[in-house]
Antibody, heavy 118, light 110 residues
Framework: EGQLVQSGGGLAQPGGSLRLSCAAS????????MTWVRQAPGKGLEWIST????????FYADSVKGRFTISRDNSKNTLYLQVHSLRAEDTAVYYC???????????WGQGTMVTVSS | QSALTQPASVSGSPGQSITISCTGT?????????VSWYQHHPGKVPKLIIY???KRPSGVSNRFSGSKSGNTASLTISGLQAEDEADYYC??????????FGTGTKVTVL
């Protein structure tokens, strides 16, 4: 059974940077697109970024475009999200997820909290 | 990239059926069948319960069903149970490998 284990996150200052990681196991990582979703405190789920199976194509929500970078290392079965120029409104639980059949997010990471505060 | 519109809350008694609507536009729900639904218990990981509008993943109860008409998708929970109390989110493919989630609906079992 597929599994995604996240690491990274934590406390960052406004304008700061962090890198989130998401290690995959139990499924063929390099044939699936992968996605990051976040949930701010008291808010709903928000799609923020998707990367193609090869890593050659990346897509971002307007709210993070130009500040966040999604990438992957298929040799390590790992997905990344580099976050820059952090703002208070980026405070959220960040989840990684696979883009399974029919573009649905079937496997989710456990989530990692990012808190942006001075 | 505006969020899909869902009712903030829906409630029902055990055994009843409830339906949650998810209204988008012709750029997302109205064009694509790729609508999925997620059950999210606070503090837990979201769980896929419906994909491609009406298909259920293996292991998901057949009390959950999905449908779509025009720009609106719907999730119906029949035979409501206490364990169904959670937040529910729809999500639609919006073209060019982008997605949009719904605003979320809190389901309360009375």
């Amino acid at each position: 059974e597929g599994q995604l284990v996240q690491s990274g996150g934590g406390l960052a200052q406004p304008g700061g940077s962090l890198r989130l990681s998401c290690a995959a196991s139990g499924f063929t990582f390099d044939i699936y697109s992968m996605t990051w979703v976040r949930q701010a405190p008291g808010k709903g789920l928000e799609w923020i970024s998707t990367i193609s199976h090869s890593g050659g194509s990346t897509f971002y929500a307007d709210s993070v475009k130009g500040r966040f970078t999604i990438s992957r290392d298929n040799s390590k079965n790992t997905l990344y999200l580099q976050v820059h120029s952090l703002r208070a409104e980026d405070t959220a639980v960040y989840y990684c997820a696979d883009n399974g059949d029919y573009a649905a997010f079937e496997i989710w990471g456990q989530g990692t909290m990012v808190t942006v505060s001075s | 990239q505006s969020a899909l519109t869902q009712p903030a809350s829906v409630s029902g008694s055990p055994g009843q059926s409830i339906t949650i609507s998810c209204t988008g536009t012709s750029s997302d729900v109205g064009t694509y069948t790729l609508v999925s639904w997620y059950q999210h218990h606070p503090g837990k990981v979201p769980k896929l319960i419906i994909y491609d509008g009406s298909k259920r993943p293996s292991g998901v109860s057949n009390r959950f069903s999905g449908s779509k008409s025009g720009n609106t998708a719907s999730l119906t929970i029949s035979g409501l149970q206490a364990e169904d109390e959670a937040d529910y989110y729809c999500c639609s493919y919006a073209g060019s490998s982008t997605f949009v989630f719904g605003t979320g609906t809190k389901v309360t079992v009375l």
